[in-house]
Structures are given as C-alpha cells and as structure tokens.
C-alpha cells in the first residue's frame, strides 16, 4: 500500500500558530481518510517547521474498495411488453451497467420489479485527494489570515509551493493557484531551493534532512543539547528551563544550533526581573543563573543555522544587547529622577478606560475598596496593616508614567514594587513597612494565570483583589460583559484570579457584596449614567463569578462537575465555605446512603414541579394532625431535630458532619416514598404531604442542592 | 572590533546600494517626501499608492518624525526623526522573500555568516486605519527591517496586496559599521583624504534643537491652532468632493456656474492628503509636549484618522472614475463597482 505525504510550503508561519495548525491538519486530513473508505494502515507523522506544515501517512489503499449493492428498477409490468424488453428495462439495465438478461426480479408488496447488483467502483485515492485535500487546507484554523493575491484564498501567510505524492507519484492537486509536486524546498540559506522528494515516506524526511531541515522533535532535542553544551564552558552554571520559550525557538527554526553570549556584569545592578524580561521576552535569549540560582552575565541565543565559526553572530547579538540593557539603565536611571509619589498626579493623563476615567480615578476607587475589604476582613478578625494598604494602592499604578513600563510594559507592578523598595516614599515611615509597601505593588497583578502564586501577603492579596474587582465592577456596570471568545479586557482571568486570591489566602469575603462596593465607587459620578441599572448589574456579576467559581472548583480544586453544580446551587457567593462544602460533599458522595439520598431530593424536586405544574400547591405550613401515615410521622418528627444538628454543624462550617446527618434521614425517607403516597385524591392530604416535601428541601438544602449531584439513572 | 563585513558601507553608501538593487529591479526611485510624517507608510507613495487597482513599484528614503522619540541627541539609540527606505511591491512578486534577501547581499551581508529570522509582527497604525500581517526581520538578533503584506488602508480593503519592506538605516549601517551609538555611524568618506563626516556631525544638532522644541517650546495653543485650521480645510476639500461626486452638475463652489461637469482629475485630493499629514504632525508634537488630555487623546486621533479614511475613500473613488488621470485608460464599470466600501477599524482605547 502506498504511502501518503502532504507538505504546504509557506513563508514563515508565526511560530506560536504551528504546532496547533499542524495537529488540526493531522485531525482533517485522518478524517478525510476515515470518510473516504481509504484506512491509514500505519502511523500518521506530522512534520512542520517555520515554512511547511506536513504530514505523514504511512500505507493508505491505491483505491477506495469497490461496493455491491442491489437497486430497484421499474416494475416488472412496464420492463417488459409481449415478453420484450421496453426502453424502460434497457434504459435501467445500461444505467445499472449490465446487460438486460442479467436483470433481476424482487417482489415488493407493490408488485414484481426490475432489480440489479450495482458494483461502484472504488476511487482512487489520487483522485481523492486531490479533491478534498484543498477544503481541509483552507479550512485550518489561523488566529489571523490574510491575502496576499486577491481575489484568492486567505492563509496565514502566503503559501509558496505543494508536495503531495503516493509514494513516488505526484497526487494532481491544486491549491490556490498552486500545482502540487514533487520538489520540496530546504533550509533558506543552507541550502538550495529546490528539493526532489523521491518519495513519501522516511525518503522526504531524509531528504530534508540534507537539506537541513529537521523535524520538531529533532530540533527540539538539538537544541537542548546545544544549550547544554555551550552552559558546560561556564562552571556551576545552569540555563534557566522556560518551556514557553523553547517552544518558540523551536517553531523559530529549520536547523537549530545555540551560541553562548555574555554581557558587562556591571549591568547586573539592573533588577533580575528587567535584565531577564528583556533577554527572554524581547531578544528571546535563554538566561543563565550560578548554582545559587543568581542571574550570570551571560545568555544563550537559538540561532536558524549550524553555526557561527568566526563569531560574528555572538558578537551581533552582544552588541543588540548591550543597547538594550543601555536603554533599560538610562530609563532606570532616568525615572529616579522623579518619585513615584511624585508621579501620582500625571496618572491623570492616563486613561484607564475612556468611559471609566483614568489611571488617577481608578487608583482613588482602588484605594477606596481596599479600606472597604480591609474592615471586612477585620469584622472577621484578619489585620491589613492600613498604613501599608493605604500607601500600596495608592502607589500601585504609578509606575504606568515611567520610562522602564512605558519600554516594557509587561514589568507593570513589578517596576512599581522595585521603585519603591529603592525610594524614600516617606521620611516618617519605618524602613520594615516601606518593604511590605513594595512587596504589595510588586505583587498586585498577580496571580496572573491558574497556575501563577497569589501575593504574598494579606496587604498585596486585597490589592491585587481591590484593582481587578474595580475593573469589572466598571465594565460590568457598563454593560460590557465576556461573550464567547469576547473578552478584550481579560476580566476572566481577572475574575479568576480573584477566586484564587480568596481561596488560597482564605478570606472570608462575599463576591457580590464586594461587587457592589466597588461600583458604588462611581457614584454621584458623570460616569455613573451610562452604567446599566443596578439590578442588571448584580445579576450579570452573580452569574459571572459563579461560573468563576464553578471553573475554580472544577479546573483547579477537580471537583466533580455535579459536586460544584450542587454546591453553587446553595450559595455562590462565599468562596471559602464554597470550598469547604464541595470538599465536604465530594467527600460523602460515595457512600450508600448519600447515593439514595441523592436520589430521594431529585424525586422529591419532580414531585414539587409537576404538582406545581398541575396547579396543586402545598400547605403553607405541615399540619402535624393532618399526617395519617406513620411513616410521614415519623419523617415529620424527626425533622425539626435534624435540621437542629445539621445547622448546628453548618454554622460551625463542620460540613461533612452536616452531610452525615442529613444522610441519616435515609431510612425515613425511603420508608416515607415505600409507603405513602403524594399525590392522592384529597387535597387537605396531599397539600400536607406537599408542604413536608417542601420542608425537607429547604432545610437540607443549604449546603448543596443534592437533586444537582448524578446518580446512576435512578432517579 | 568585528565589522559584521569587512570594509563596511558608509550611511549613504547604504542607501545608494539599496535604491540601486531596487531600481534595477523595476522599482520608481522617489524621493523623500516633503511634509513631516510619523513612517514611511505615510507618504503618499505608499498610502495613496497601495489604493486602487493600478500596480506600482516604488523605493524611497522617508526621514521620519517621532516629536515624542527624541532625547535631545544624548540618547545612543533613540532619535526623533530617523531614515527609512520604504520598498513597496504592488502586487508583492511570487520569491518577494528571495528579493528582500538578495537585497541583503548587495549591502554587504553575507547570509551564510549570519543568523537571519522572520519573527511575526503585524503591523497597525489606527489613525490612518490601515493593518498589514508579516514579519519582523531579524539579523543576529537585530530587527533590521518590517516586511508587511497591507491588507487595509484607510479604512479600504486592499485589491491587489502590496508588500512593504520598510528597511530601517541607521540600525543596519550601526550593524555593518559595527558601532554602538547611531551618532558615529560614518556617513560619508571623503575619497581623497578619507576623513569620515559622521551621522554626529550631520545630524546632532538637529536632534537636540528638535527635542527642545517638541518637549518644550512648541507653542501649544498655535499648534492647536495649526492642527484646527488644516483639519478644518482637509474636511471642507473632502466635503466639496462628496458633495460633487453625487451630483454630476453641481454649482461648484470656485466661482464657476453650474452644469459643468464635475472632473474629478482635477480635484485637489493630494492637497487634502498633505492637510492630514500635517494634523498628524501636529498631534504627535502636542502629544510629545503633553498638551492633549486624557478625553481628548482618542478623539484626536479618530479626528486624524476620519480624514484619512475619508481621503482614501475619495481617492479610491478617482481613481477608478471614467474621468481618471488622462494617461489612465478608465476602468470597465464592473470593476468599480466591485470596489470596496470604507469600514472604519475601531481601535480599543490604550489602557
């Protein structure tokens, strides 16, 4: 069986859309195979470097297999007349591609018909490919496309040349005003542009290899390699492991190789945190640390060539790199020249959000909330330090007016916390509370994804906690809300990060409650009439911080979806007891007794809805004379104790106990739906049994709605 | 020191290299053009060009004005006003890529000794609404040059594509010169003598009195005044052209009675254009003496930004008009009317 190879060459393709680009083209093209009668026998390989995305097949059929199949003609009693065919048979036999004495007779219950054996013949996979392979190349999905020879195709960047070959035969495709053939093109400058591929398979893959073009997994692996050997030249020294990085230069390159680079130590007065965001983030150079862990002068660059023999390379990239570290010094030098405090009054020409004001408001609403959630968590006994949280929220914005931000704006926070660790902020204040001041700007953009650390401390955790709650307060209150893939502003990842301040740091703090301080920030303000009205508002905010906290459950606690449902069902507003009562129910779930308790609640929830449905309500209140059966009796008996207990171990946030004492009530129940019955003629009983129903649900219902949690079918 | 080549280019040795590789590869050797702008996509040469279904091949060095750039000549690396050599393919030819490197090879750099990278880098500029997708060019770690496919120009989707290479001069010559201030970058060799006059000598002087002028003594309320004044004749022209393109035999307003027709050759749309450049001018020196506010900062620049959409728009417009420039064949009516419309790109505010 012949073996498949699809390369579309392109210009260099942005090295972050490749490796998804590449798995898609793996998934469309399996599936075209699978859809098209034409099984992959072996592996499919991807191969994809910066200028081709390509893949692999090994043994695919020649042809798709043929298919029988028996077709219905005309009846019998037009086919033929006197005993002779009419045109209606020969017309049929000839579309059928038979001859008209092979021509069968089927009984159907509407009379005797003509029937035939049809055999399809199978396409060839050639054909096949060259007709559906262009809809599954346009249809990859890129973050950005663009045109390059309208009216044509988009693609990513523009697509240069095909190869798509069954074995060693070119598949007659075409794509984009591009013919598919047999040459595949090789390293831009290693080597020569046109590449013969003799054939599918390990062959293109050699001769790529010649051409030094190598796989991702190879050029990967060379790299690390690479880095590795040009670290042993420094004793004790180490490369920083940044996965995120090695990804880039991997999909960066055709033919890896790695230089070791060093830098005037004198820069090292510069902070880590500059020195390294520039290497990585903007030169893309991997750094070097001591076995300490302290930053070296020195730095690997990944280079798309086998080598630099005369140094002319290194030198290029020392010389790109000591101008930036130049710049970083001189705005470092230059933004001393003026305190952050004395920054604050030009954050007024920055704009936070142009309906919301500036950075200079803002920082007065942050500041304002932060007083707000320190006297919260104060109410419950947790000290934020007010001089420390005064002075941090007011700095925290200040450095967006320095020259090191402004250069590289993704240090914001960090700047701030560095500046002001460096800064006399104030003659009066003790050097100790200067420090927490600085670790609290430092800190507030964090945690800047799931897996990123929470501030260190309490100050920086209502920091980082008052600045993203003021700006969803004020988008929301807009109306601006995340739709879908909708959400320029991140207040996902900002909403998120708010649930996981509070979980981690265990801050007894209510979602809506604090939503709703921070947007009475803006009243009385101009602002405040273009805001949606205040209903709307906490509506769509108690929505979107429960999915938050449903995805903080699930995503990152891996809470059953069922388990966070129920619990966020009670209440979703206290993100601790959230915590705590998924972690107390997850817990129960498993046994017997919570199983059919489960159950019970999702019964009692259906009786309820189509009672209320027909029109039939419960009591007001159970009626203990009105209870015949002594299962209900005893059911309604036992109640008011158990929900005693059960609030007693709530309010004493002992969940699992609360849990365990619901599921007591087990037996009763089951005893309750084994022998009485709801829904019967009298009213007076049926509204009593409703009303008990209905008391069950509402007091054993508070630390998670079970009817949520999924059985095994048996509700 | 390790000259990235041996016996490296002077500055205009540079720019005399690269215009030549372009003209012999077809490319209209323009000039700089004569009003400030912010890039070399600013020029007319390229944003009125890229317009329009005409093809068109250019090369071009821009000086251009960043007010806000400036460090008073102190700074090694940073300058108010630097040198781009534009290159704009229209259509980009199918080895584009090869060209641009080839290109490399006539300054002196020898590829095979040198780490080069595309990097992605799309590129943006909302107050003349226009984007293009492409790369950074990356030489050693150096970004030496943006090659940009424009996909949109004022607000006018682009048929057919132009590529730009935008090659930026000085950091190439600081590289093949190996120097680390962009001030001792030779800039010419006397051939007798070979004293060098550096880029210190030419242009130092102008760095430093332009940064004191942009940050401290440009008088904001006359360059408000400036701004107002061309914005408001840049709209007139553009409202003047509306109005007569609608109606064929309008009363037009130069004195002339109506029932003339309207020739829409004549009309001054370049004119207009250089009244946008310069509002743009004007806003990049008030933004650079921190004159303009927070509320005021968006709008300007959607003010800046409504000229040129609507400048492109027209110009599109006359361009395709049976009454085009006389060397111009008009174009058949299916074609125009197959001509795009303006969508304004809306930018998010800068937070």
């Known amino acids: 069986m012949p073996d498949f190879l699809l390369e579309v060459g392109c210009e260099e393709i942005p090295a972050r859309m490749i490796d998804s680009a590449s798995q898609e083209l793996r998934q469309r093209v399996a599936a075209l195979l699978d859809r098209e009668r034409l099984p992959v026998s072996g592996t499919i390989t991807q191969f994809d470097t910066p200028r081709r995305l390509a893949l692999l097949a090994q043994g695919i059929p020649p042809a798709q297999p043929d298919v029988t199949e028996q077709v219905t003609g005309p009846s019998v009693q037009v086919a033929y007349k006197d005993g002779q065919p009419t045109p209606a048979a020969h017309a049929f036999a000839k579309k059928a591609g038979v001859d008209v004495s092979q021509l069968e007779r089927v009984t159907t219950p509407k009379g005797e018909y003509l029937s035939a054996k049809v055999t399809k013949k199978g396409r060839s996979a050639s054909e096949i490919l060259a007709e559906n392979l262009p809809k599954e190349i346009s249809g990859i999905y890129w973050p950005k496309n663009m045109y390059w020879r309208k009216p044509n195709e988009r693609f990513v960047r523009p697509l240069r040349w095909l190869v798509a070959m069954l074995d060693d035969e070119a598949i007659p495709l075409e794509f984009d005003g591009v013919r598919a053939g047999t040459a595949s093109r090789g390293h831009r400058i290693l080597s020569s542009s046109d590449i013969p591929v003799p054939r599918a398979g390990t062959p293109y893959i050699d001769a790529l290899r010649s051409a030094h073009v190598l796989s991702r997994a190879e050029r990967e692996h060379q790299i690390r390699k690479a880095l590795d050997a040009a670290t042993r030249t420094i004793p004790g020294a180490r490369w920083r492991e940044d996965n995120p990085l090695l990804d880039t230069v991997v999909n960066l390159t055709e033919f890896p190789s790695a230089i070791l680079g060093s830098f005037d130590p004198q820069f090292l007065i510069l902070p880590e945190e500059v020195l390294v965001t520039v290497m990585r983030d903007h030169q893309k150079y991997f750094a070097l640390e001591d076995a300490q862990g302290k930053l070296l002068p020195n730095f690997l660059a990944v280079l798309n060539t086998a080598d630099d023999p005369q140094g002319l390379i290194r030198h290029g990239n020392e010389r790109v790199l000591r101008a930036r570290f130049n710049d970083a010094r001189f705005f470092w030098e230059t933004d001393q020249k003026k305190s952050l405090l004395d920054r604050l009054d030009s954050l007024r020409h920055v704009t936070f959000q142009k309906d919301l004001g500036s950075y200079y408001d803002k920082t007065q609403r942050v500041q304002r909330l932060c007083s707000w959630l320190s006297e919260q968590l104060k109410q419950n006994g947790l000290t934020v330090r007010p001089g420390v949280i005064h002075k941090a929220a007011c700095l925290a914005k200040a450095d967006l007016t320095t020259e090191l931000v402004k250069e590289f704006t993704e240090l914001q926070g960090i700047v701030g916390g560095l500046y002001a660790r460096v800064q006399q902020l104030d003659a009066s204040l003790p050097e100790a509370t200067r420090m927490s001041i600085a670790d609290a700007v430092y800190d507030h953009y964090k945690p800047e994804s799931t897996e990123d650390a929470v501030p260190r401390s309490l100050e920086g955790a209502v920091l980082s906690i008052g600045d993203k709650a003021d700006t969803i307060a004020g988008m929301f209150a807009l109306g601006m809300v995340p739709s879908g893939s909708k959400d320029p502003f991140a207040l996902r990842r900002q909403a998120n990060a708010i649930v996981k301040v509070i979980a981690e740091k265990k801050l007894p703090l209510r979602l809506t409650e604090m939503m709703r301080d921070a947007r009475s920030g803006y009243r009385n303000s101009e602002t405040e009439k273009k805001f949606v009205n205040d209903s709307d508002f906490t509506a769509s905010i108690t929505t979107f911080f429960r999915e938050r906290l449903a995805f903080y459950l699930r995503d990152v606690c891996r809470h059953a979806y069922d388990v966070a449902n129920a619990v966020l069902a009670a209440d979703s507003d206290d993100v601790v007891d959230a915590l705590a009562r998924a972690g107390a129910l997850a817990k129960v779930r498993p046994s017997a007794d919570f199983e059919a308790i489960s159950i019970s609640f999702k019964r009692m929830k259906n009786i309820l809805r189509q009672a209320s449905e027909a029109g039939k309500k419960p009591a007001e209140a159970v009626d203990a004379a009105a209870l015949a059966e002594p299962a209900e009796k005893t059911l309604a008996a036992q109640i008011p104790q158990a929900a005693a207990a059960v609030e007693r171990f709530r309010q004493a946030r002992n969940y699992e106990a609360a849990l365990l004492e619901i599921a007591k009530l087990r037996p009763l129940i089951d005893a309750f739906f084994d022998k009485v019955m709801v829904m019967v003629d009298d009213e007076r009983v049926r509204a009593n049994r409703l009303a008990l129903l209905q008391t069950l649900l509402k007091e054993f219902s508070t630390i998670a709605d079970f009817s949520e949690i999924v059985t095994e079918g048996k509700a | ?351």
Request: aromatic fraction near 10%; charged fraction near 25%.
């Open chain 2, 1 to 351: 020191m390790t000259p990235a080549s041996s016996n490296p280019l002077t500055f205009q040795e540079l720019i005399l290299r690269l215009q030549t590789f372009w003209a012999q590869r077809g490319c209209v050797l323009q000039q700089p053009y004569d009003v400030e702008v912010g890039a070399g996509t600013m020029a007319p040469e390229t944003f009125l060009r890229v317009l329009g279904p005409r093809p068109y091949k250019v090369a071009y060095v821009q000086p251009s004005r960043r007010p806000a750039d400036g460090r008073y000549g102190e700074n090694p690396n940073r300058l108010f006003k630097h040198l781009q050599l534009q290159v704009i393919l229209k259509p980009p030819p199918e080895n584009v890529q090869e060209l641009y490197l080839e290109s490399l090879g006539a300054i002196g750099i020898d590829l095979r000794q040198h780490d080069l990278k595309f990097e992605e880098d799309n590129w943006e500029a909302p107050t003349l609404s226009a984007w293009g997708v492409g790369w950074q060019v990356m030489l050693d770690g150096l970004e030496i040059t943006q090659f940009t496919y424009f996909q949109q120009c004022g607000g006018v989707d682009l048929n057919p594509i132009s590529a730009e290479l935008t090659y930026g001069l000085e950091r190439i010559a600081a590289f093949l010169q190996d120097v680390d201030s962009i001030y001792d970058i030779v800039w010419a060799r006397d051939p007798e003598t070979g004293h060098p006059v550096k880029y210190g000598d030419v242009r130092l002087a102008d760095e430093l009195q332009f940064s004191v002028y942009n940050f401290e003594s440009a008088d904001v309320e006359k360059t408000w005044r400036h701004f107002e004044l061309c914005e408001a004749e840049c709209r007139t022209l553009l409202e003047e052209y509306a109005a007569r393109a609608k109606d064929r035999h309008p009363p037009a307003t130069d004195g002339h009675t109506g029932s003339e027709p309207f020739n829409k050759a004549r009309f001054p749309l370049l004119a207009a254009y250089d009244l946008c450049l310069k509002c743009s001018h004007y806003f990049n020196i008030l933004d650079a003496r921190g004159a303009i506010s927070v509320t005021e900062r968006v709008g300007v620049i959607a003010r800046v930004r409504a000229l040129a959409v609507g400048i492109a728009k027209a110009w599109v417009d006359q361009q395709t008009s049976e009454s085009g420039t006389p060397d111009e064949p008009a174009l058949p009516r299916e074609q125009k009317q197959k001509k795009k419309s303006a969508k304004p790109e809306l930018t998010p505010a800068a937070t």
